[in-house]
């Protein structure tokens, strides 16, 4: 291929990975909100989530026409292929971070309880596991990228932590029933983030070996 052309996949390389820092920024900004419960910092992830969307528009329009230009083969077609689904899952960890907001925006205007779960393990695990599917799309690390999806039981099995101590909380005060729906909720986005960034890794790992793993690493267990 021309020298051109690599600039330009090298062009779509840079922009997919100034979305995963921007990206990376709503998570960290959404774990505060959560720890902190602090409105203010989400009321700004949910004004700010249209610059995630149109750096998402941005980089799907370039993959599309590079895809158009060069009619790209093997490695190159692979690249392109992987960079649009993560470039989709970037944008969607995004969304979940405005979900997250809108949930802590929610509960800081209900009657406060004495219940709060503690999601800060379950929020930092979720934003490692991001850092490291960035971490191995930029280095091309396959064997970061398996940790990561390794990393995603131990994000469900707080989910199920969460929902078995929420559910209890409810029985023993059903009044303040909309404000333990919330906080379910936020465990639910956490859960789709963390998937979402294993979603990124897997692709890594057919970016650089071709190999198809979604569903296989949990059918070996």
């Known amino acids: 291929m021309t020298r051109h052309f690599q600039k330009e996949l090298m062009k779509i390389k840079k ?9 990376e920024e709503r998570v960290q900004m959404a774990k505060a909100a959560i720890d902190d419960r602090d409105a ?3 009321r700004k992830i949910i004004k700010q ?11 799907e329009e370039e993959c599309l026409k590079v895809l158009a230009l060069h009619q790209p083969v093997a490695v190159d077609l692979r690249f392109l292929i992987a960079v649009i689904k993560i470039n989709n899952d970037l944008e969607r960890i995004g969304d979940q971070a405005v979900n997250i907001a809108e949930r802590v ?5 209900q009657d406060p309880t004495d219940f709060l779960f503690d999601y800060s393990s379950m929020a930092e695990k979720a934003q490692i596991m991001l850092k490291m599917s960035l971490d191995a799309l930029v280095n091309m690390d396959v064997d970061l990228a398996l940790k990561v999806c390794l990393l995603d039981d131990e994000v469900d099995d707080i989910k199920v932590i969460a929902y078995n ?37 897997e692709e890594v790992i057919y970016m650089i070996e071709g190999e198809i793993v979604r569903h296989s690493i949990d059918e070996s267990d």
């Open 15 to 23: 922009m997919v990975l100034s979305l995963g820092a921007a990206v």
């Open 40 to 42: 203010q910092m989400a």
């Open 49 to 59: 989530d249209f610059e995630i969307d149109e750096m998402e528009v941005e980089v």
């Open 105 to 109: 925006v929610t509960i800081t205007k």
């Open 165 to 201: 101590k929420i559910k209890a909380a409810m029985a023993q005060n059903p009044d303040n029933l909309g404000y333990y729906i919330n906080l379910l909720l936020i465990s639910r986005h956490l859960e789709r983030l963390a998937d979402h960034t294993t979603n990124i890794a």
